[in-house]
């Protein structure tokens, strides 16, 4: 839908008995930028095909020589054409669980097809679960005891009536933690608002919360119950009846999955414990309430080992494992290097 950082096409394949056995689409987008990579990559993505090698090179080919045509040197997937918090990545692991909303899912035998065509590992992607009720590591605690005695440190949650101060704050946490990166554009808080106002129907405000220090926001900690928990049941559709379901659903907290969308804090506030206040903050008021049993954090990549440390840290186990995968045109142009690890300020 969105061209304006760039160009798309997306093709299908079929048999010679008139069979649809594929499809893909390949995209530009000048605002994909990776560190590290000096040269123009583009995506592939909404790839389906059957257990067949030879139609996915046929898919494969058919990307990269338009993509090449668009003067692209690598292309990556599969990814989509916005942003990294959803449909991002091959699944590799964990196809015994059912997916969470905005996750990739395919059948095992893509990899191979990935693998077979030529595609290395560009990075991992690691989503973690837990369960909400299980205790907090002492340090949780400790921390958090830390900060309620200083002046000036305050964790709470999101209100309905005031989201446009709360657009305001994330796109503040957002911007100072993640776009330094030099990989995810900055965001406006208008954007946000948006974001918001779409996600009103599913929003639970308890699970959105922000730590300030004399009302500075300085990290955000934002979940939301997992709407695959509501969506399997609408069979592809959403209607007047579908919407009222969804509203009865919630109201009646039929969803006990929670998942998360952002988290972030100020780099000047990094490394002095404000995640864990933030986050023990949030834990005082959901667990042993019965609202939520589980709780699934959003991917983190091999290349972000503080936010993997702090999955771990809050008792995360490893639920799936998700691969970006690479194909460079011309490796003697272009040798192959891993995404490089993030580096923190």
């Known amino acids: 839908k969105n061209h304006k950082y760039g160009t798309a096409k997306r093709w ?11 499809r893909i689409a390949a995209f530009t987008n000048s605002h994909y930028i990776n560190k590290g990579t000096t040269f123009i990559t583009g995506g592939l993505g909404f790839f389906d095909c059957t257990n067949n090698q030879a139609a996915a090179n046929i898919l494969f080919n058919t990307a990269k020589n338009w993509l090449q045509s668009q003067d692209c040197e690598a292309m990556d997937g599969p990814i989509n ?39 290395k590992n560009y990075y991992n992607q690691y989503y973690y679960t837990m369960n909400v009720d ?15 005695a200083k002046a000036g440190y305050e ?36 954007q946000v608002l948006k974001l918001f106002n779409t996600m009103k129907p599913i929003m639970d405000v308890r699970m959105v919360w922000f730590a300030y220090y004399k009302e500075d926001p300085i990290a955000m900690f934002i979940n939301i119950p997992d709407v695959n928990q509501y969506f399997k049941h ?15 659903m919630k109201k009646t907290g039929y969803c006990k999955k929670l998942t998360g969308l952002a988290f972030g804090v100020v780099p000047k506030y990094q490394a002095l414990g404000i995640d864990s206040f933030m986050i023990y903050e949030t834990a005082l008021l959901v667990q042993n309430k019965g609202w939520y049993n589980s709780y699934e954090m959003g991917w983190a990549g091999d290349w972000n080992p503080k936010m993997i440390n702090i999955y771990k840290s809050l008792g995360g186990r490893q639920s799936r494992h998700l691969v970006t995968w690479r194909y460079i045109f011309d490796e003697t142009k272009h040798s192959f290097e891993k995404h490089p690890e993030m580096e923190y300020k």
């Open 134 to 148: 299980d205790p907090l590591p002492p340090r949780f605690s400790e921390r958090h005891a830390k900060f309620k």
């Open 81 to 119: 054409f916005g942003d990294r918090d959803k449909n991002w990545g091959l699944l590799v692991e964990g196809f015994d669980n059912e997916p969470i909303y905005g996750m990739a899912y395919n059948p095992p035998y893509y990899e191979h097809l990935f693998i077979g065509y030529g595609f």
């Open 155 to 190: 964790a709470r949650h999101a209100t309905l009536n005031n989201l446009e101060k709360y657009a305001n704050d994330f796109s503040i946490v957002y911007n100072a933690a993640w776009a330094q990166h030099g990989e995810a554009k900055e965001i406006s808080p208008a």
């Open 234 to 248: 609408f069979n592809g559709k959403f209607g007047i009846i579908e919407k009222l379901r969804l509203l009865w």
């Open 12 to 22: 299908v394949l079929k048999n010679k008995a008139g069979r649809t056995i594929g």
